[in-house]
């Protein structure tokens, strides 16, 4: 083991970490804001009156489409900022990702129409995607080896608690401060998502991140030929390994993270009509229900990333992700398939957070293990990110199916329940994927 690898994590280093964790916590702030005006923001854009069957069908089936464009521009941004951050340096890659994802979604609040609110969202993704691979190698290559899993799974608790910010940002926003105007708050809560531009003018300072050695990045490549080499014969089964595990769990998390705060909205608006209540004061109520499912699903998602660090050390990453692929088909199961009273099925969500939301924070590390320095950003930013792609399936299939329900949340909930089938197909292939536990990614 190298001196570097018995070190404390020192002042760079703990700087590093907190600007590649605020860069993950913020994007998924930036790309799961949508999903939570989408119920405003879509009928508006289309004309059509809030609250009516027509809005409802239109929003799961837009909710389904948007979230799929986004993970295929998403895909396409961790393929060429990761191969970006291999060329240029990791911190001015990260930094330029920081911005596009932040003027996008910006942007995306003065959106006069469906289309432009699209293409918004679709230059805003691009940034998104390359924000993982750029972080999680950089932190891959400057923290001490033994710090090295504990510091990626920390990365991953930004995720849920950026989600935790959206939720909390749109019900102040669309609950409490402007629940009369359905029709309107949503343009400011998208807003919000220019926040993230303060992180760039501290990455642009230089202040707490230092790239990876010139030598490192080893011979320059264009794209084309450095995607070869992932597909050559000594990295292939690291890049099946990671592209198998990559789809199968961001398409059950995408499934999952796109409709939950719509199913939460639907059942809170059934309980509004149950109880004779409209306009603001049912909207207010739908507000809060759509914030318990995410918080639930939130909570466990910050206990589970945390958990894959003992997990992955005592079972290996294969015992992990077969552990936490188990779990999460069984916690689908559970808290979709029997008739549970509502409240009920929102706190089981805590579940499906746990195993489906926590076990990203294994990708962390487990990815730049994979690779060595030259084609690390790129093969952690293409093996992620193509899983994004076969995931944008996920969302689509789900939406299309809602929508064509008499009752969208009542559809919602039933796909999800057979989306348990991809966590259980990814469990039964987890002995056959590398297994990388104790191998230390080099620097040069």
Request: contains cysteine; aromatic residues 10%.
């Amino acid at each position: 083991m190298s001196a570097a690898a018995t070190q404390r994590l020192g002042a760079l280093e703990w700087r590093a970490l907190a600007a590649v964790w605020l860069g993950f916590g913020f994007d998924i702030f930036d790309a799961l804001l949508i999903n939570f005006v989408a119920p405003h923001a879509i009928p508006t854009l289309l004309g059509l009156p809030l609250g009516s069957a027509a809005a409802k069908a239109a929003t799961a089936q837009w909710i389904g489409i948007l979230t799929a464009l986004l993970l295929v521009g998403w895909a396409i941004g961790g393929i060429v900022f990761g191969h970006l951050a291999d060329r240029i340096g990791r911190r001015r890659a990260l930094m330029l990702t920081i911005a596009v994802y932040a003027i996008g979604t910006g942007a995306s609040a003065f959106a006069p129409s469906l289309a432009v609110l699209v293409g918004c969202r679709l230059f805003a993704s691009l940034g998104i995607g390359g924000e993982f691979a750029t972080g999680a190698t950089l932190i891959a290559e400057t923290v001490p080896e033994r710090h090295r899993m504990i510091a990626g799974a920390f990365l991953q608790t930004a995720s849920p608690l950026g989600l935790v910010l959206a939720t909390l940002v749109n019900y102040v926003v669309a609950g409490l401060w402007m629940p009369e105007d359905p029709g309107t708050s949503w343009r400011w809560v998208l807003a919000t998502g220019l926040a993230p531009i303060l992180l760039v003018m501290l990455l642009r300072s230089g202040h707490g991140v230092d790239d990876v050695p010139r030598a490192a990045a080893g011979p320059r490549r264009g794209l084309v030929g450095s995607l070869a080499l992932l597909f050559g014969p000594d990295l292939r089964a690291a890049t099946l390994s990671a592209v198998g595990m990559s789809v199968l769990g961001l398409f059950a998390w995408w499934s999952c993270n796109a409709f939950l705060p719509t199913i939460g909205y639907g059942l809170g608006m059934h309980l509004a009509e149950q109880q004779g209540l409209n306009g603001g004061a049912a909207i207010a109520l739908a507000e809060s229900w759509k914030s318990t499912a995410a918080n639930w699903f939130n909570a466990g998602g910050v206990i589970g990333a945390l958990l894959t660090v003992p997990v992955a050390r005592r079972l290996g990453r294969r015992g992990m992700f077969a552990l936490y692929y188990s779990v999460g088909a069984g916690a689908l199961l559970l808290a979709f398939g029997p008739a549970w009273p509502p409240i009920v099925a929102m706190r089981l969500t805590f579940l499906i957070g746990l195993a489906i939301y926590g076990l990203f924070g294994a990708f962390a590390f487990y990815l730049p293990e994979l690779y060595p320095p030259a084609v690390r950003g790129l093969g952690a930013g293409f093996s992620f990110n193509i899983g994004r792609m076969g995931a944008a399936l996920g969302p689509f299939i789900v939406g299309a199916y809602s929508a064509r329900q008499l009752d969208p949340t009542a559809g919602a909930i039933t796909a999800l329940t057979w989306i348990a089938l991809l966590p259980a197909t990814a469990a039964l292939l987890t002995p056959f994927i590398v297994e990388t536990r104790g191998r230390v990614p080099a620097r040069d």
